[in-house]
């Protein structure tokens, strides 16, 4: 099983970024945006909700 990323939305820019599950999980939930450097706090929920999402369009980026 590979890395799989999730597409978070900032909660100040809403700028969209990705970011490993296992790296949202060490931080238990608290991201920094790479957009305006903002650091939010993302239920693990949602997080493992989107992984469950993502595993489908896997290895994907979209740019919406
Ligand atoms: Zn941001």
Known sequence: MGKIRVELPCKNCRDIFSIFVSEAAKREGKI???????????????????????QVVAGSVRSA
């Open 32 to 54: 920094t945006c790479p957009a305006c450097g903002h650091t939010h706090e993302y239920g693990l929920a949602d997080i493992n909700l989107l992984y469950l999402t993502e």
